[in-house]
């Protein structure tokens, strides 16, 4: 497989990044993703209770990955919205991590800060004033999300195909593709976008190692294509399974609710309800469009394992 300036950058093997899921991005899946050549993201909330302390459950999965692995990950923090940004990113620097990626705000905040501590950088953004604002700002790689992503969604609505190359002529840094790739397929078709790696983050959720509930996992297992929906558009957009909240929210919006209302709906923990106690009536599942191409729960070395194997059999396929 191609080793792209995203490996040497990374210090990994294979282009492939395992993207941070609040609740469910958990050491063990982590660990197991750098094993196995890529990298993995923790969440600072894996595993973790409603009202848990974020600080000290990212310290604990930080030493629990240490002691699988002793390949680079990294940790992804949400910047916008974030009550204990200040103590997680203090948090990052005292324990040293390889990598942090920020989404969800702004790049300006604290980029220079982690860089000055020896963490390398990357930024997700959905279009590209975005990735070039933050690229202006320092950061060392861009992953540009295409809003066929499970979770939150840029509000531009860019697939995958279209912002890629648009997103690779407007910077100069690395940039990781994601949204829509879950197999060789989508990783030879993103490095044919110019992309320099992939992330994913619905094919790794239905992983042995992934800490989400069974019932989230087999639930995307049985998805089909048109099985997600975009909820929140006007507030903070994101893709997740169709259920009783996704048809309760769109409901709401169409009647026209405040963003007051939604919020007092959909709380900060209902995607914890989904995803990590795996009650799909009263929880929000974030997961993206290409959970109708998973068919098995598997390791998550097995799925990096088969995209590298079969990774020049597409490429040969297109000569
Ligand atoms: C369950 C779930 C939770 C997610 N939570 C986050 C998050 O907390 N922070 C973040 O930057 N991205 C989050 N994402 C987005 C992923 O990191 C990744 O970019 C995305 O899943 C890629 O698209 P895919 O789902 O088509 O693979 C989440 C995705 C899923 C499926």
């Known amino acids: 497989m191609k080793k792209t300036r995203l490996c040497d950058l990374l210090g990994i093997e294979y282009p492939i990044i395992q993207g941070g899921m609040v609740w469910i991005a958990n050491a063990e899946l982590a660990a197991a993703v750098s094993n196995a050549g890529g990298l993995g993201l923790i969440s600072p909330t894996a595993g973790m209770s409603p009202n848990g302390d974020q600080v000290a459950n990212l310290k604990q999965q930080i030493k629990t990955a240490r002691s699988l692995t002793s390949k680079p990950f990294g940790i992804n923090l949400a910047i916008l919205g974030s009550p204990h940004i200040e103590d997680l990113i203090a948090a990052v620097i005292i324990e040293r991590v390889s990598v942090v990626v920020t989404a969800a705000g702004n790049p300006a905040l604290y980029t220079s800060r982690l860089k000055e501590a020896g963490i390398k950088v990357l930024h997700v953004a959905a279009a590209v004033r975005h990735a070039q604002s933050a690229e202006r700002r320092g950061v060392d790689g861009i992953i540009a999300e295409g809003y066929e992503a499970g979770g939150h969604n840029g509000t531009d609505e860019l697939t995958t195909f279209a912002l890629i190359p648009q997103v690779v002529d407007a910077v100069t840094i690395p940039v990781v593709a994601a949204g829509g790739i879950a197999d060789a397929r989508g990783v030879v078709a993103a490095l044919a976008l110019g992309a320099d790696g992939v992330q994913m983050g619905t094919r790794f959720v239905a992983t ?38 996704a048809t309760r929210i769109l409901e709401m919006e169409t009647a026209g609710a405040s963003a007051e209302e939604l ?6 923990a209902r995607s914890r309800t989904g995803q990590l106690e795996g009650d799909l009536a009263n929880g929000e599942a974030y997961c993206g469009s290409i959970a109708g191409m998973i068919k098995e729960i598997k390791s998550a070395g097995e799925i990096i394992g088969s995209i590298v194997s079969n990774y020049d059999t597409v490429l040969a396929s297109l000569r």
């Open 208 to 245: 042995h190692e992934c800490v989400a509930h069974p019932n989230f996992k087999e639930a995307i297992v049985k998805a089909n294509d048109v099985d997600t929906v975009i909820t929140a558009r006007k507030l903070a957009p994101a893709r997740i399974l169709k259920n009783e909240v």
């Open 263 to 268: 919020i007092a709906f959909i709380g900060i």
